[in-house]
């Protein structure tokens, strides 16, 4: 068994997960496209036919990237829990999932009216959406791809209920006169995609902290946390590029009902770009810091010694040693001067013995020649080798005198 097969990050997710998921973004996306083809139905009016299409084509859209992801994912778990599959044939089951829910997401847009091509520009959008998002869900990392859209999920919510209240969320921003009113929106933009991308990191990292639990503790790397968390403002930034570009034309129609609508149209699609933004930035990095807090610091495991030749350090334990070994030393040093010392005392004692002339002049002698202790490197004094030969010599010559006098 290879270590891609035992990552934690390549571990499938549990059934009930999955099937969760599953079932929570394609509510998401039922709703969505029930809700555009309401209020698309609903309007008499061929210019606010027109209009409506182009506000509910960026939510199907988004809707459709999480389902054909969730759905994907289920089918490989599915799957992979039967017999497991290769690359080729992951990639192949996923991408064919997300088509399958793409083709019944555009039966659900082209039936509105099937005699112009608008509703086929905008089946053929939420189609590409949903195989986009299968295609994604065949990555090898069925963690990073359920948190990231459970992560997306929660952001949906989020936005639902803020939408429900935005009435008093406006009035707390000042809304009042027009000016007032268009920065109490900015605001209230602002203030939901921040949110969002809060609640994206920490859902993904509940998520993904779940999957280190069932890998026996085997934890995945903080990157693949800081991927979860930005999943659901990757599929805003994807759901707004499908739009302007499969989706164009659409917007080009609501654009040309009016200039103030042309305007209104330029003006939501740069917000819906920086909201994905904002969550995928923000979404990062409360996944990294999340991840962050449940780090321990490193141990301090260095040893005491110096980083150029690995010689301890002065004062350190292991120097102590050392230390004693010089101060053996000097003591065996002083030892053998001690006894040089007193090899040399018997032979004058003879000779003042002898003689009191001889040994007063040999004093005197001795006191003039003796000579300086040197002091050596190691800060001990030892004898002069060449004055001791001085002085041995000139003894015997004033023995050699007094016994011929």
């Not at 799957?79 to 997300?98: D, K, Y």
């Not at 089946?123 to 299968?134: H, K, L, M, R, W």
């Not at 994604?136 to 069925?142: C, D, E, F, K, M």
């Not at 429900?164 to 995609?193: C, H, I, K, M, R």
Request: glycine share 8%; charged share 15%; proline share 4%.
């Amino acid at each position: 068994m290879t270590d891609r097969q035992t990552a934690p990050e390549t571990v499938e997710e549990s059934r009930l997960t999955v099937v969760l998921l599953a079932v929570a973004a394609l509510g998401w996306a039922a709703a969505m496209l029930w809700s555009a083809r309401a209020t698309i139905t609903g309007r008499a009016d061929a210019a606010m036919e027109v209009t409506s299409t182009a506000y509910a084509l960026p939510g199907a859209v988004s809707a459709d990237l999480a389902a054909g992801a969730a759905v994907a994912l289920l089918a490989l778990t599915l799957i992979g829990t039967r017999r497991p599959l290769g690359a080729t044939a992951r990639f192949a089951v996923a991408t064919g999932s997300g088509l399958l829910v793409g083709l019944l997401s555009a039966v659900v847009m082209i039936t509105i009216n099937t005699a112009g091509t608008m509703y086929a520009v905008v089946g053929g959008t939420v189609a590409a959406a949903a195989t986009i998002g299968g295609a994604l869900a065949g990555i090898r990392l069925p963690p990073v791809i359920a948190g990231a859209t459970a992560a997306s999920v929660g952001v949906f919510l989020i936005g639902f209920v803020l939408n429900l209240f935005q009435e008093p969320v406006l009035e707390l921003f000042g809304a009042g006169d027009t000016e007032s009113s268009v920065n109490a929106s900015q605001w209230f933009s602002y203030s939901q995609a921040a949110l969002s991308g809060l609640a994206a990191g920490l859902i993904s990292f509940a998520l993904l902290r779940r999957a280190h639990r069932r890998t026996g503790g085997a934890d995945l790397r903080w990157p693949l946390y800081a991927l979860a968390g930005a999943g659901p403002g990757i599929l805003l930034v994807i759901a707004e590029l499908l739009s302007r570009t499969a989706g164009a034309q659409v917007l080009e129609l609501a654009g040309k009902v009016s200039e103030l609508e042309q305007a209104v149209q330029q003006m939501l699609s740069t917000a819906r770009l920086n909201n994905g933004l904002i969550v995928l930035f923000a979404g990062t990095l409360t996944a990294i810091f999340a991840i962050g807090r449940t780090l321990s610091p490193a141990t301090d495991s260095s040893e005491d010694h110096s980083p150029e030749d690995g010689s301890p350090r002065t004062g350190s334990p292991a120097a102590a040693p050392a230390d004693a070994a010089l101060a053996d030393a000097a003591l065996t040093d002083a030892a053998l001067a001690d006894a040089a010392r007193a090899a040399t005392t018997p032979a004058k004692t003879s000779l003042s013995a002898s003689s009191p002339s001889s040994a007063s002049s040999a004093a005197s002698s001795s006191a003039s020649d003796s000579p300086a202790p040197s002091s050596s490197s190691d800060g001990e004094t030892a004898p002069d080798d060449g004055k001791a030969k001085a002085q041995s010599s000139s003894s015997s010559s004033e023995t050699a005198y007094h016994s011929n006098s």
